[in-house]
């Protein structure tokens, strides 16, 4: 059963502050529901939302392609296809906070055909809130 403690997150949070620091980002660390660790990234020179709008316009079957969406001013990160939704410096950041989110004990034992989730917790990178959008800075 996915569980994080607010101890867990003071753990975690030194890893996760270097890397928003190395790549000069600004964000938060949180939890919710005793189950997700929650990093909200607000600004930074790395246009992230602006790496994932042009690799979602170049698939067709994306809702921004298909649909000629504009590109958004907040997303939340999938940290499942990461390597298929951002490249260069913009996939680096997010790998490398994603793994620090994770910690070294992070474990995923589901197995979605019988309808079993076991994951140590779940990881959530929203860009920018829904009431804040995300600041990019020089």
Known sequence: MAYISQEKKAQLAPGIKAVLKKFGMKGTIATRHHSTL??????GPLDIIGNMYEIAMTKPETFYARDKQPKPTHIQVNPYWISENYSGKVLAFVDELITAMKGADWYDRSDIQTDYFDTSWYVDVNIGQWN???QLVA
């Open 38 to 43: 929650i990093c909200n990234v607000s600004q």
């Open 132 to 134: 804040k959008p995300y």
